[in-house]
């Protein structure tokens, strides 16, 4: 079957880094997405990676390993802006996305 | 201002009736999809559409129906509500024919409550 796999909740303190995981398994794949969804909200688009390596877009960065059906998503230098639920989803081979449950930030001060 | 709009924004509804959510978008994308969200659960896809005039079945897709008279549209129907049904609606949509990396855009979602 197809699973995603992302810790359900992360605490981490202003200022500080995080890395959020995501394992995948998915019938074919054609990319890993991750989102950011604060709380009462749409989901809106974060990162896109298809080759393994790492995606920089600011303070957000994405790592692909292909071979390992593993992503992370890394924060750095974290606002209170940046609590919200950050959800990983792969494609499948029918182009059809599969979401993780969400992964909850807590940014502390 | 370009983007997904949902309506409407809130429901309760007694078991049994029928309800009709609206989804419109101005971006002249081609693929469009509703999702319904669960606390704990990740977005789970209810019916897609890759281009107008065709619809698609996805993970979660009985109890509800779907059209897509055009390009912009893409009303989700539940014939006949149950509590089960009761749910955050997301309607999203992309410029692709489903294919590839284009990216999904959300609209601000349908609190639907079914007593």
């Known amino acids: 079957g197809q699973n995603i796999d992302q810790p359900t909740e992360m605490t981490a303190t202003e200022g500080a880094i995080v890395q959020i995981n995501c394992t995948y398994q998915?019938?074919?794949?054609?990319?890993l997405f991750w989102y950011q969804q604060h709380a009462g909200e749409a989901p809106t688009f974060l990162s896109y990676?298809?080759l393994d390596g790492l995606e920089e877009k600011g303070r957000f960065s994405s790592f692909l390993s292909r071979s390992k059906g593993y992503s992370y998503l890394l924060l750095k230098e974290l606002q209170m802006k940046d609590s919200a639920s950050y959800l990983c989803a792969a494609m499948d081979s029918n182009y059809q996305l599969i979401w993780g449950a969400g992964t909850k930030l807590i940014i502390k001060p | 201002i370009a983007g997904i709009t949902q309506a409407p924004t809130s429901q309760i509804l007694a078991a049994g009736r029928r309800m009709t959510l609206r989804c419109t978008q101005d971006?002249?994308?081609?693929?469009m999809y509703w999702y319904r969200q669960d606390l704990g659960l990740g977005l789970r896809l209810i019916h897609y559409?890759?281009?107008?005039?065709?619809?698609g079945k996805g993970e979660v897709p009985d109890g509800y129906s779907v059209s897509r008279a055009n390009t912009d549209d893409f009303p989700l129907t539940l014939a006949s509500a149950v509590p089960s049904q009761t749910s955050v609606y997301f309607c999203?949509?992309?410029?692709?024919?489903?294919?590839?990396?284009?990216?999904?855009?959300f609209g601000p979602g349908t609190r639907l409550t079914v007593l």
């Open positions: 990676n298809v």
């Open positions: 998915t019938s074919g794949f054609n990319g």
């Open positions: 971006m002249r994308h081609n693929a």
């Open positions: 559409s890759n281009t107008a005039g065709t619809t």
């Open positions: 999203a949509s992309s410029d692709s024919s489903g294919r590839g990396t284009d990216t999904q855009y």
